[in-house]
T-cell receptor, first 112, second 118 residues
Framework: GENVEQHPSTLSVQEGDSAVIKCTYS??????FPWYKQELGKRPQLIID?????GEKKDQRIAVTLNKTAKHFSLHITETQPEDSAVYFC???????????FGTGTRLLVSP | GAVVSQHPSWVICKSGTSVKIECRSL??????MFWYRQFPKQSLMLMAT?????????EQGVEKDKFLINHASLTLSTLTVTSAHPEDSSFYIC??????????????FGPGTRLLVL
């Protein structure tokens, strides 16, 4: 079945540095790739998404890039802040009802 | 906009009892809702897809007779964990997708329900 791999599992950066999280997917029919941020005990919150007809999307300090040929997409956070600390999940759509398969998550820690 | 609520937020029950969790889209209509389970420090695992007016579609390995799903209206889906056992203890999260969309609409997540079965 569809599989989404996510790396790294943990990422520690200093405040102000950039953070990059990478995901690969297996289903070439996937066409929607959201990124969610989840704080401890809270719901996942959508932070950015990209569709397969676009190669890059940016929203302030957050950007996502998609390489359909290689079947991988990445999340880039610039000028990180301590409040960016959370677990980040990538996901890829599958199936006619647009189910999402989630990556394993990346725990980001931004130190002041 | 796009608010999803879940009730209850947490529940503790005895082994063998049934627990019902409600998922509501508050300001939009959702033809499709999804139920996930998340164990500590793990990812979200899709359990089933709930479609208004039809039977739910369960993922492989999820027992449909144990996890009963009812999507009675465009704003409400319920998950009932029947005869709950300690291994069913987990964080259950629903999400809803807005009516009328094509491929790739955003899924909005509820706040989750933490279930502890003693």
């Amino acid at each position: 079945g569809e599989n989404v791999e996510q790396h790294p599992s943990t990422l520690s950066v200093q405040e102000g540095d950039s953070a990059v999280i990478k995901c690969t997917y297996s289903d070439s029919a996937s066409n929607y790739f959201p990124w969610y941020k989840q704080e401890l005990g809270k719901r996942p919150q959508l932070i950015i998404d990209i569709r397969s007809n676009v190669g890059e999307k940016k929203d302030q300090r957050i950007a996502v890039t998609l390489n359909k040929t290689a079947k991988h997409f990445s999340l880039h956070i610039t000028e990180t802040q301590p409040e960016d600390s959370a677990v980040y999940f990538c996901a890829a759509s599958i199936g006619g009802f647009q189910k999402l398969v989630f990556g394993t998550g990346t725990r980001l820690l931004v130190s002041p | 906009g796009a608010v999803v609520s879940q009730h209850p937020s947490w529940v503790i029950c005895k082994s063998g009892t049934s627990v019902k969790i409600e998922c509501r889209s508050l300001d939009f209509q959702a033809t499709t809702m999804f139920w996930y389970r998340q164990f500590p420090k793990q990812s979200l695992m899709l359990m089933a897809t709930s479609n208004e007016g039809s039977k739910a579609t369960y993922e492989q390995g999820v027992e449909k007779d144990k996890f009963l799903i009812n999507h009675a209206s465009l704003t409400l889906s319920t998950l009932t964990v029947t005869s709950a056992h300690p291994e069913d203890s987990s964080f259950y999260i629903c999400s809803a997708r807005e009516l009328g969309g094509g491929a790739g609409e955003t899924q909005y997540f509820g706040p989750g329900t933490r279930l502890l079965v003693l």
